[in-house]
């Protein structure tokens, strides 16, 4: 009996010590198992999150630019994601981006160009001013007689009274359509008549004198 | 066989390029529509001038030449009056001077809805002809500046536009001549 009370101790200790021992494998291999699940997690959002990126591209239901389009894509493939559907989705949006860079560039050479347009445009209109203001000028006259003086300050700026004015009333491809060709004197006499000035002046040959030759206008 | 069939094919080609040719874009079109209206309204203005007692005889012959200038040679113009039955026909420029002659102290006279009733329509020959109608509102008063005759008379013009060509400064130009023919009464009503 005295023997076996000795004992316990030792009995308590041995039992303390394996279930510590039990006890701490367990809770380490938990820890394993939770941190093995949240990567699992982290990794299906990641290729939740890529897909959804690449659709809304490829889609684009974006307002992102092709730069950060393809900062995104290239984001995503730095994730190395061993899915064969983001592997295809990948490609389609890198073509997508391809396709909205031309656009892009499309777009800003166009506006490239109408910028270029409207500087010619004022230029020219700088340039014909003062022919523009004296077309007005006839066209807004008081009058027979203030018609005829200002008909007169506009022959001018004319080597002869009967120098050709051709008016442009459609542009096609580089290609003009004309009315009937007329002459300045009965072209200022028409604005006096009509008492409007519908045109601008699109082009001018002058002489060595600097008076204007030929005069072409067109259809506002 | 083969060689009728492909000279055949050729001949087509050519055919089918030519009509590609003759066929205006609507672009084009549109803007011959627009020049023919444009001509109608000049005529509309040129008559309120030579009309109005008020326009100095130089400038209203001058206003004369450049209405005549609208006209197909050989043109008529149709004038009504709600006092006869009968319609008269005038050559352009005899219709001109009798307005210039109108024997009122006053004469307002105003074109309005200037449309289009038969659209310009190609011909065999490249021309394209069409029909505009106007109104026109005529006011005559005495020398007490009363109203003694008005009327509104519905008047169609046959608008024909042809292409020509012309030689200026060496280059040669392209231009679409618009020709106003005979402007026929309708109807005249008070």
Same mark, same amino acid.
């Given at each position: 009996?005295?023997?076996?009370? %000795?004992? $316990?101790?030792?009995?308590?200790?041995?039992?303390?010590?394996?279930?510590?021992?039990?006890?701490?494998?367990?809770?380490?291999?938990?820890? %394993? %198992?939770?941190?093995?699940?949240?990567? =699992?997690?982290?990794?299906?959002? %990641?290729?939740?999150?890529?897909?959804?990126?690449?659709t809304a591209i $490829?889609n684009g239901s974006t307002d992102?630019?092709?730069?950060?389009?393809?900062?995104?894509? =290239?984001?995503?493939?730095?994730?190395?994601?061993?899915?064969?559907?983001?592997?295809?989705? $990948?490609?389609?949006? &890198?073509?997508?981006?391809?396709?909205?860079?031309?656009? &892009?560039?499309?777009?800003?050479? /166009?506006?490239?160009?109408?910028?270029?347009? &409207?500087?010619?445009?004022?230029?020219?209109?700088?340039?014909?001013?003062?022919?523009?203001?004296?077309?007005?000028?006839?066209?807004?006259?008081?009058?027979?007689?203030?018609?005829?003086?200002?008909?007169?300050?506009?022959?001018?700026?004319? /080597?002869?009274?009967?120098?050709?004015?051709?008016? $442009?009333?459609?542009?096609?491809?580089?290609?003009?359509?004309?009315?009937?060709?007329?002459?300045?004197?009965?072209?200022?006499?028409?604005?006096?008549?009509?008492?409007?000035?519908?045109?601008?002046?699109?082009?001018?040959?002058?002489?060595?004198?600097?008076?204007?030759? &030929?005069?072409?206008?067109?259809?506002? | 066989?083969?060689?009728?069939?492909?000279?055949? #094919?050729?001949?087509?080609?050519?055919?089918?390029?030519?009509? #590609?040719?003759?066929?205006?874009?609507?672009?084009?079109?549109?803007?011959?529509?627009?020049?023919?209206?444009?001509?109608?309204?000049?005529?509309?203005?040129? +008559?309120?001038?030579?009309?109005?007692?008020?326009?100095?005889?130089?400038?209203?012959?001058?206003?004369?030449?450049?209405?005549?200038?609208?006209?197909?040679?050989?043109?008529? *113009?149709?004038?009504?009056?709600?006092?006869?039955?009968?319609?008269?026909?005038?050559? #352009?420029?005899?219709?001109?001077?009798?307005?210039?002659?109108?024997?009122?102290?006053?004469?307002?006279?105003?074109?309005?809805?200037?449309?289009?009733?038969?659209?310009?329509?190609?011909?065999?020959?490249?021309?394209?002809?069409?029909?505009?109608? *106007?109104?026109?509102?005529?006011?005559?008063?005495?020398?007490?500046?009363?109203?003694?005759?008005?009327?509104?008379?519905?008047?169609? +013009?046959?608008?024909?536009?042809?292409?020509?060509?012309?030689? +200026?400064?060496?280059?040669? *130009?392209?231009?679409?001549?618009?020709?106003?023919?005979? *402007?026929?009464?309708?109807?005249?009503?008070?």
């Amino acid at each position: 009996m005295t023997k076996f009370i %000795k004992l $316990i101790p030792k009995t308590i200790m041995v039992l303390l010590v394996a279930s510590l021992l039990v006890g701490g494998a367990t809770s380490c291999k938990s820890k %394993k %198992k939770l941190a093995k699940e949240k990567a =699992a997690a982290e990794y299906a959002m %990641k290729v939740d999150n890529a897909k959804k990126d690449l659709t809304a591209i $490829i889609n684009g239901s974006t307002d992102w630019t092709s730069d950060q389009m393809a900062d995104r894509i =290239a984001k995503i493939k730095d994730y190395n994601i061993q899915d064969e559907e983001v592997k295809g989705l $990948i490609k389609q949006a &890198e073509a997508k981006v391809e396709d909205v860079r031309a656009a &892009e560039m499309r777009k800003a050479e /166009e506006e490239r160009l109408r910028r270029e347009e &409207e500087a010619r445009i004022r230029a020219k209109q700088s340039e014909f001013a003062v022919i523009d203001n004296q077309f007005e000028a006839v066209a807004n006259a008081n009058g027979v007689d203030n018609a005829n003086n200002q008909i007169q300050m506009a022959l001018q700026y004319f /080597e002869t009274p009967d120098i050709p004015v051709l008016i $442009i009333i459609s542009q096609n491809g580089g290609f003009n359509d004309y009315d009937r060709p007329t002459t300045i004197t009965k072209f200022l006499n028409y604005l006096k008549d009509k008492k409007v000035y519908k045109y601008r002046v699109e082009s001018a040959k002058k002489n060595g004198m600097g008076k204007i030759t &030929e005069l072409e206008l067109i259809t506002k | 066989m083969k060689r009728i069939a492909l000279v055949l #094919v050729i001949l087509a080609a050519f055919g089918v390029s030519g009509a #590609v040719a003759q066929e205006l874009s609507p672009e084009r079109k549109q803007a011959i529509d627009s020049l023919a209206l444009e001509k109608v309204r000049d005529l509309s203005k040129y +008559i309120s001038i030579i009309g109005s007692k008020e326009t100095p005889w130089s400038e209203a012959n001058r206003v004369i030449d450049r209405a005549e200038e609208l006209f197909m040679q050989g043109s008529e *113009i149709g004038v009504s009056s709600l006092a006869r039955p009968e319609i008269s026909y005038y050559t #352009v420029r005899k219709y001109f001077e009798r307005l210039m002659r109108l024997n009122y102290n006053k004469v307002e006279i105003s074109w309005y809805n200037i449309e289009y009733v038969s659209d310009l329509q190609r011909q065999p020959d490249g021309t394209y002809v069409g029909v505009i109608t *106007i109104f026109q509102k005529f006011k005559g008063y005495d020398a007490e500046g009363r109203l003694v005759y008005q009327d509104t008379t519905k008047k169609d +013009i046959t608008v024909y536009v042809k292409r020509k060509e012309t030689q +200026i400064g060496g280059r040669l *130009i392209g231009f679409w001549d618009v020709l106003l023919g005979d *402007i026929r009464v309708k109807e005249t009503t008070k």
